[in-house]
């Protein structure tokens, strides 16, 4: 069953944006150092968050701040990716995909909940720190 993306956006105007998905270098690195079927996955699950389409491969992570994970499964392991909104751009909303790992339980770790956290609140000073210095 899919459920429109629009359920989850905090504001209106955006719905009428494109959705992008960038991947910041860990999250790179993670995709290229997977095997074929589950990055085929990986990659079909994008596409639906880009269609605007949402389900258990595209969820929030409950006790986080504002973190999501693509996740898919092949061959009995996860396969995560993890990633944020950042819908403060005027032409696109992204989602920012921070990095990702492999597990054979389908519990996420609380360390890796944090450190996409942590890749946020980077993310989004060194963007506030770009703007103030390109206004200069």
Aim: hydrophobic share 30%.
């Amino acid at each position: 069953m899919f459920l429109y993306l629009e359920t989850h956006c905090k504001n209106m105007a955006n719905m009428e944006k494109p959705i992008e998905v960038i991947f910041l270098k860990q999250a790179e690195e993670f995709t290229e150092s997977i095997e074929e079927n589950p990055k085929k996955k990986l990659f079909q699950a994008i596409r639906k968050t880009k269609e605007r389409l949402f389900g258990q491969w595209f969820t929030k992570l409950k006790s986080s701040d504002g973190i999501f994970e693509f996740r898919v499964d092949d061959s009995g392991k996860f396969y995560r990716l993890f990633a944020f909104w950042d819908t403060e751009e005027d032409e696109e909303t992204l989602v920012v995909a921070t990095h990702g790992l492999i597990k054979k339980t389908n519990k996420t770790p609380q360390s890796e909940i944090r450190k996409a956290e942590q890749i946020k609140r980077d993310y989004f000073e060194e963007k506030k720190n770009d703007k103030k210095n390109k206004s200069k």
